[in-house]
């Protein structure tokens, strides 16, 4: 063989490969890129204002409601960067938090103890879900994991 066809040959190979870990970086870049979005604007926030109203130790019907408000805009603003699990109960708990908001005005239709129960239980599986997956996304991204 002639040593040109061999040193054509190596740099055809060797453009395939840099393409391909080109590539291969570019998509990883990205898994990052969204990875840090979602910390910076949903989870490490959701983490922040749940230790500062004490959540692990108090229920959030006993918290006055601009507390659950807060949590809802926080959801409603972010619902984009929450994965799936979380996305998926965001509903259940924007209908408690209505439901709440009718139970506090007195509405007879909307008892103040279930209505507190119900939104303490949405929100204590939202928690979870969503503690489940601050801790993956901070594993992929080889940081810290708090002791949730």
């Known amino acids: 063989m002639d040593s040109s066809i061999i040193v054509a040959i190596i740099s055809l190979i060797g453009s395939f ?3 391909y ?3 291969i970086k570019e998509t990883s870049d990205r ?13 490490i926030p959701f983490y922040q204002k749940y230790c500062a109203a004490f959540l692990s130790q108090n229920k959030l019907s006993e918290l006055d409601i601009n507390t659950s408000g807060i949590f809802l805009d926080l959801f409603t603003n972010n ?7 979380s996305q998926s109960l965001y509903q259940d708990y924007y209908l408690a938090f ?6 506090n005005t007195g509405n ?5 103890d279930e209505c507190s129960q119900k939104l303490d239980q949405i929100f ?12 993956q996304i901070l594993k992929k991204c080889h940081l810290p994991v708090p002791l949730i």
């Not at 619902?79 to 699990?85: D, G, I, N, R, S």
């Not at 209505?98 to 139970?103: G, I």
């Not at 939202?126 to 601050?134: A, D, G, L, Q």
């Open 17 to 19: 490969i840099l393409i």
């Open 21 to 23: 870990l080109s590539s």
């Open 31 to 43: 898994k990052y890129t969204v990875r840090k979005e979602q910390l910076d604007k949903f989870y």
């Open 79 to 85: 619902l984009h960067l929450m994965e799936p699990k």
């Open 98 to 103: 209505l439901n709440m908001l009718e139970a």
């Open 108 to 112: 007879p239709d909307f008892p103040l």
């Open 124 to 135: 204590s599986k939202m928690s979870k879900t969503i503690f489940n997956e601050y801790k």
